[in-house]
């Protein structure tokens, strides 16, 4: 999976609530034409049926659904919320959307996902970040 485009990255100060969270995050890949709407109701449906899933580290979530038909396009996208939103209980201030195609990519980008979160500082410094260039630098640097 290719790295996340500085196109695909938001930062905000606040938003009402994790479904506008997701929408919002989804929202450049949709855009690009990566995922349909589809998608983004599938992201959101998951979460109502299988819980808070997504909470992958403090602050952090990973908005997802199976791979299927609604993902056009491999893609990933970055939406840091400053002030935090409720995800079900949780602080989520980081959400990176996956769309993927297939689940071989799928668990790729999990895994490799899951090595950039055992680190908590490099969560922190996502969050904290400036701007997207800085972001930029913190995921080439170290994922």
Do not use: C
């Not at 998951?46 to 403090?58: F, K, N, R």
């Not at 996956?98 to 799928?106: G, I």
Request: aromatic share 6%; proline share 2%.
């Amino acid at each position: 999976m290719a790295k996340i485009k500085r196109e695909h990255m938001q930062i905000i100060d606040t938003i009402d609530n994790y479904e506008a969270a997701i929408e919002k995050a989804a929202a450049p890949l949709y855009n690009d034409g990566y995922i349909t709407h589809d998608y983004i109701k599938q992201m959101k449906d998951s979460i109502e049926e299988h819980g808070t899933y997504i909470v992958l580290a403090d602050y952090f979530a990973l908005p997802h659904a199976r791979p299927s038909e609604a993902v056009k396009a491999n893609g990933l996208s970055l939406l840091v919320v400053r002030e935090g939103v409720d995800l079900k209980g949780n602080d989520i201030r980081l959400f990176i959307v996956l769309a993927a195609k297939d689940s071989t990519t799928h668990m790729e980008t999990l895994q490799s996902l899951a090595e950039f979160l055992m680190d908590k500082q490099n969560i922190h410094d996502v969050i904290n970040a400036e701007s997207k260039t800085h972001i930029e630098q913190i995921l080439d640097e170290r994922w």
